[in-house]
């Protein structure tokens, strides 16, 4: 069944994009090369599909998401951090917010906003900035046909590509986060915390947990990029009776939302180990990984603070996507997914014309 121009939009290649566009009159038999090429915004105003404003506004709308969210989960941050280092003190989630009131007050679960803030906006602009750069990348390596059928390891090579560069940024001020959150009396926040930890540790000590840090973001990004895609395009095909272009910007960011929210609990529980491990080493000095498995066990490390992580990351994965889209909606780009890629055939055809 084919579709008409304006009823799909490209997903990710290059190849799919004409420079202009002129509406035609169509054939009695249109071929189907006339019917999957997309025009590139190109009106006066309106930001060209993979031009360097179009990185930018990924990039800004990755500041956007992942800073705003992060900082707004403070509290289940701080709650969890805390139930991973000292569990015999903070034995539940509801004992655990229940101690923080009682031993620092209101403003006691919002310590270590600052740097979380810093730090993941520092994070997102690299995780979607990078994201939508290498796929595309990956994309024209892998030609038209190729990026039609092996979409979802394009979509998990771009969004590890992207976060192994993320995470470079957000480390120091992860490092600063979790010491802030777990030992009361080291800083207030970043402005002191940071330096202070650098006399302490030096500044290679920022970096101390960069390892077990992709260890938890890359299969996290990795799911939370590919599992996106994945959800939203099912939604679209099976659960929305009507084409993507055709459904309104509203509904189009509620089907961002809850596809983000469904990622987020696969995130979860694919990078919580890691998670304990790095809330671990950041805690204490001189911990090692080894430190980490004797002290919390094998089955602690995937199962210490699960719950309330899947909560946070499922509200905090929906939220994202849902302001990351918002945002490339308000500067005129299409919202993110949705739309099955071109048939291989097809592709094919295009790439020769």
Not at 157 to 175: K, Q, R, T, W, Y
Not at 203 to 232: C, D, H, N
Not at 310 to 318: A, D, E
Not at 323 to 351: M, Q, R
């Amino acid at each position: 069944m084919a579709f008409s121009s304006d009823r799909r939009q490209s997903l990710i290649p290059t190849f799919l994009y004409s420079s202009s566009f002129t509406p035609k009159t169509p054939a009695p038999n249109p071929s189907p090369s006339n019917n999957f090429v997309i025009p590139a915004p190109s009106e006066p105003g309106k930001i060209q599909m993979y031009s360097g404003q179009y990185y930018a506004a990924c990039t800004a709308g990755g500041i956007l998401s992942c800073g705003l969210t992060h900082m707004a989960v403070t509290p289940l941050d701080l709650v969890k951090c805390n139930m991973q280092i000292d569990p015999t003190r903070y034995k539940s989630i509801s004992s655990g917010f229940g101690l923080l009131l009682k031993e620092q007050g209101v403003r006691g679960f919002f310590r270590g906003w600052v740097p979380t803030l810093f730090g993941y906006s520092a994070q997102g602009a690299c995780k979607f900035g990078f994201y939508e750069f290498f796929k595309k990348y990956y994309s024209d390596l892998a030609g038209p046909e190729n990026a039609a059928k092996y979409k979802t390891l394009i979509y998990l090579a771009g969004s590890a590509s992207a976060e192994v560069i993320a995470d470079i940024a957000l480390c120091p001020f992860e490092a600063v986060k979790v010491r802030v959150q777990t030992q009361p009396g080291f800083a207030r926040g970043l402005a002191d915390g940071l330096p202070k930890f650098v006399r302490s540790e030096g500044a290679l000590g920022l970096y101390k947990g960069l390892v077990p840090l992709w260890g938890r973001q890359i299969p996290y990004t990795m799911m939370k990029f590919a599992s996106f895609e994945t959800i939203v395009e099912l939604i679209y095909k099976h659960a929305i009776p009507t084409p993507k272009s055709e459904c309104s910007k509203q509904a189009q960011l509620g089907v961002s939302f809850a596809g983000g929210y469904v990622a987020g609990v696969f995130c979860a529980i694919v990078s919580h180990p890691a998670d304990n491990l790095v809330s671990f080493l950041n805690n204490a000095n001189g911990a090692t990984v080894g430190d980490a498995v004797k002290k919390l066990g094998l089955l602690g490390l995937f199962t210490r603070g699960l719950p309330l992580r899947i909560v946070m990351i499922g509200t905090l994965t929906g939220a994202q996507w849902g302001i990351y889209d918002a945002f490339k909606v308000s500067v005129g780009l299409p919202t993110t997914g949705g739309v099955a890629p071109v048939p291989a055939p097809v592709a094919a055809e295009l790439a020769k014309a």
